[in-house]
């Protein structure tokens, strides 16, 4: 499975959107982009997950590169409750060995 | 629906005692998987399965024995606890096919002195 490489922290204002970055240039072609977060100590939390079209759900948009190789996990508005650490993590199928493998995060600070 | 559910919240061990952490999953899942994490750090895969009966290696796997005996149970036992498997251990499922997201338990918080 490919590696990803995030920023360590970053901050946001409440109510402005957080962009979290994500770079994954050795993804391969059957690979999805996944995210994750974890609030506190708690398990994580799915979010979202994609292959190549950008997509959209009630929590956050992913926006994917055309190459790829990158993407951007969007919270359109954040809340203090939305800080958390946020994991990018990409892999194949789990039918075809697919691990899912957490990398270090970024830790979003959201600030009143 | 209760998702999954991992026991107990809360362990201390002493170095050289044996136990076994549950995890139990109602979702039908196929694939479940362990995942340690250490203060500071991202969760690290010790072992998973992609089924009944079958168990496999992750990141991590010294120390640790697994079975999947049936779908909806897969526990995690340490033989011989070691101070250095002070963690928080969390369990998690998904259907294996496709690429379903992970489902994740809260977590069991074992200290080994």
């Known amino acids: 499975d490919a590696k990803t490489t995030q920023p360590t922290s970053m901050d946001c204002a409440e109510g402005r959107a957080a962009n979290l970055p994500c770079n994954h240039s050795?993804?391969?072609?059957?690979?999805?982009v996944y995210w994750y977060r974890q609030i506190h100590s708690q398990g994580p939390q799915y979010i979202i997950h994609?292959?190549?079209n950008n997509e959209t759900n009630e929590m956050a948009s992913l926006i994917i590169t055309e190459d790829r190789k990158s993407s951007t996990l969007i919270l359109p508005h954040a809340t203090l409750r939305d800080t958390a650490v946020y994991y990018c993590?990409?892999?194949?199928?789990?039918?075809?060995?697919?691990?899912?493998?957490f990398g270090q995060g970024t830790e979003l600070s959201v600030k009143p | 629906n209760a998702g999954v559910t991992q026991t107990p919240k809360f362990q201390v061990l002493k170095t050289g005692q044996s136990m076994t952490l549950q995890c139990a999953q109602d979702?039908?899942?196929?694939?479940m998987s362990w995942y340690r994490q250490d203060p500071g750090m991202g969760l690290r895969l010790i072992h998973y399965?992609?089924?009944?009966?079958?168990?496999d290696q992750g990141e991590v796997p010294n120390g640790y024995n697994v079975s999947r005996s049936t779908t909806e149970d897969f526990p995690l036992r340490l033989l011989s606890a070691a101070p250095s498997q002070t963690s928080v251990y969390f369990c998690?499922?998904?259907?294996?096919?496709?690429?379903?997201?992970?489902?994740f338990g809260n977590g069991t918080r074992l200290t080994v002195t």
């Open positions: 050795t993804i391969s072609g059957n690979e999805y």
């Open positions: 994609g292959l190549k």
């Open positions: 998690a499922s998904s259907y294996s096919r496709g690429y379903s997201p992970l489902h």
């Open positions: 399965s992609v089924g009944a009966g079958i168990t």
């Open positions: 979702m039908n899942h196929e694939y």
């Open positions: 993590i990409v892999r194949v199928p789990y039918n075809q060995g697919g691990k899912l493998i």
